[in-house]
């Protein structure tokens, strides 16, 4: 018998605890379980009872906590968040929020889908067509496009592909740790290139690399990578090479220049006027391209490689493309990101700040609040240290605990005198859900 079926015996109140088949029958928990699968339902029966069985609820009341449990469960565990921090690009929130044009592509994309058929002939057609063609139609200068997993697959299949056994060129000023302790240069050895670091921290110059390559002797170099520094600055007595100069030294070498912009800007950005941009690095002469799908480009998780036909090639047939190829969901939202609206990650980068300082100033009026000044974040890749000036309601402090384990969930910044929102990145059909849920969060931390 499971441990949740054992009811102790004698005069205990426990003994009244209801038990876990009597539960499952209800029709309204047993429709859940239709819904969300046997195994959600009896995780939220037994977590109901457990606290029956530690006094922490009366034994009458364990039916109309599991029915309010699974009011609130999905078949997921991941929980919809209202990002009040005004960091853009959060990393630990999911990156971007898909337009609607991309949530309905994947809709439709969930089914069996025409991803790697052609219809009208009825055999096998080029995996993600449609997204290549809106990547080559955002994006002219790029001769083809791929599509992978994410931003450090690509990275991984176009060193291993081009320079696996040799060297790739790095500038020590752009030897970047991603995040949660992940070094690009790591990954780039772990697969078989050999990292040779060029120049300083600081400044690296065209001689170091024309140096570098005038020293191999054979076949030694593979490749040169030029990285985006996407979420750091160096500031100071500084130089770097850029992809120009960078393009011309790798081809009188006959050497091909991977560059990886983080970023997923295809164009020039106006918001972020430094941030580099796909077209213009192909322009000055990449030959690849690498981007993430799900920072500033604003789509699902992806990596995507834009470049010359010959080098995408070379990469599309080696072994380690099938290992890190893209889902058909990320394909269909790719797409649709690419051809739809302004997808939401550019609408919160170009927010207007009176717009922005006017939504504020209803909130803090609503809530009792301050209208502070505020700067929001590009976040994860790309835009290090740009401040992107805007607004923030100031609340009490406590209230940061209860909102992010509210209905929505809302994830605020906190500081030690205030607990700040910032509207930039809630979709402003959302304004009136958050002020709900700070309502709430008020009502349950009195
Ligand atoms: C974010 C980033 C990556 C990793 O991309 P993921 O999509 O997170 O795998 C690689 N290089 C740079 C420069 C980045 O900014």
New binding site residues.
Partial sequence: MPKSDAVPTGGDPRRRIPRTDALLARPEVAAAAAAMGDRVVRDVVRAAQDRARIGQMAPEQVLDAVLEALGDRTASSLRPVLNATGVIVH?NLGRAPLSAAARDALQDAAGYTDVEFDLATGTRSRRGAGARAALLAACPAAEDALVVN????A?LLATTALAAGREVLWSRGEL?E?GAGFR?AELVASAGARVREVGTTNRTHASDYREACAAATGREIGAILK??T??YRIEGFTSEVGIAELAEIAHQHQLPLIA????GLLRPESALPAEPDASAALEAGADVI?T????LLGGP?A?ILLGRAEVIARLARHPLARAVRADKLALAALEATLAGPVPPVLAALRTDPDVLRERTDRLAARLGGRTVAHDGRVG???GAEVPLPGWAVALEPALAGPLRLGRPAVVATLREDACLLDLRCVPEEDDEALAEAVEAARGGSR
């Avoid at 994410?150 to 697959?153: L, P, T, W």
């Avoid at 990886?260 to 970023?263: N, V």
């Fill in positions: 990393t994410n931003g450090a697959a990275l970047v991603i690009l990285v985006h996407s979420n990886d912009l983080g970023s690498l993430s799908g799900d920072k998780q990596g994860g890749g790309g």
